[in-house]
């Protein structure tokens, strides 16, 4: 007998003829779909259900696409793919700060948005692992089973796309990882040349895990080429 559970989507969108079309395409294709039109009600079904993925987007009424983010961040650790007309690359920068994983710009073809979210639904854990791993920098400790990470004694809140960034370079520690390499390996997508999105995400890791922004010790840029994890 199969244990299969559909994905449980949220989309927040004010756009009622987009929110249905969204929504009847994703249970097309498997999925579990709830809808909300404003923030207010978004920031209550994601506190209430804990949705396994929100399609949010930006320009809503009320509280906006980035209140409803720093409202329910960082208690909700799934995913959110940010959607929205915008493409001011500000509003990304704002959107990925604010603890979106995922920014995607209207129009966007169904299926380009359906592979969005597979892919971000593929970083989840989806049972416990027996197998877990631990990688330890100095005080800086990594887990991979539990998804949590610590700087000594000190818990250190990373979303999902955060921790999923930091195990990569962690675990490959001492190799400089290309943008490429590092977008390819977590969006499962080719990485277009203009995506923010990792650099952002590096400059909120080393401020989480003390790593000076100015001279960082720990996730290096290298010119050209990348970023390198510093093993000692």
Do not use: H
Not at 52 to 60: A, I, S
Not at 87 to 116: C, F, I, N, S, W
Not at 170 to 178: E, F, M
């Amino acid at each position: 007998m199969s244990s299969y559970q559909a994905p449980r989507i949220l989309i927040v969108e004010d756009d009622e003829r987009l929110r249905t079309l969204t929504a009847e395409y994703l249970q097309g294709n498997g999925m579990e779909v709830a809808q909300v039109d404003n923030g207010e009600e978004a920031i209550r079904l994601i506190q209430r259900d804990n949705p396994d993925l929100v399609v949010l987007d930006l320009m809503l009424p009320g509280v906006d696409g980035l209140g409803v983010c720093r409202e329910v961040k960082p208690a909700f650790r799934n995913p959110i793919l940010m959607l929205t007309a915008r493409t001011d690359e500000m509003d990304e920068v704002l959107g990925l700060e604010m603890g979106a994983d995922d920014y995607v710009a209207k129009p966007v073809q169904p299926r380009v948005l359906l592979a969005r979210i597979r892919a971000l639904l593929r970083r989840m854990p989806t049972e416990p692992q027996s197998t877990a791993q631990k990688l330890v920098f100095d005080r800086l400790i990594i887990d991979s089973g539990a998804r949590q990470v610590a700087v000594g004694d000190d818990a250190i809140e990373l979303t999902s796309a955060e921790f999923d960034l930091l195990w990569l370079l962690a675990s490959r520690a001492g190799t400089i990882l290309s943008r490429e390499e590092i977008f390819e390996s977590l969006r499962g997508i080719e990485y277009d040349g203009q995506d923010r999105s990792i650099d952002v995400r590096v400059s909120r890791l080393r401020a989480k895990i003390g790593d000076d922004p100015d001279a960082p010790q720990r996730i290096k840029t290298v010119r050209s080429k990348g970023y390198l994890f510093v093993k000692e």
